[in-house]
């Protein structure tokens, strides 16, 4: 589960590489509360996952709602492999997949 941030001056940008199951969640979520806390947007790039669970559907879904109470954005490119996962799982609005 290789995870690649770079704090830029003016976002974030969080990359996602492999299988993220249930096991990735603590990492994750303390990732994403330390960017929450940063008040700056995040471009999050799921392009390079392979296999993504509904736990961490749910966390970055979460992350999502905190960041628009916020007020700062997240934007995300996703592989087609996590696109039809989150479809699958009923995240059809997930960033990246077809209603989202």
């Given at each position: ?62 992350a ?8 700062v ?28």
């Open positions: 589960m290789p995870v690649t941030v770079d704090r830029l001056e003016t976002h974030w940008l969080i990359r996602l590489e492999g299988d993220f199951t249930i096991a990735s969640a603590p990492q994750l979520k303390d990732l994403l509360a330390e960017w929450l806390a940063s008040r700056q947007d995040l471009q999050l790039d799921l392009a390079g996952v392979q296999e993504i669970d509904v736990t961490l559907l749910q966390l970055l879904a979460a999502a709602r905190e960041a628009q109470r916020a007020g954005t997240v934007a995300a490119s996703v592989s087609p492999e996590a696109a039809a996962e989150a479809r699958d799982l009923g995240f059809e609005r997930f960033p990246g997949t077809a209603g989202g």
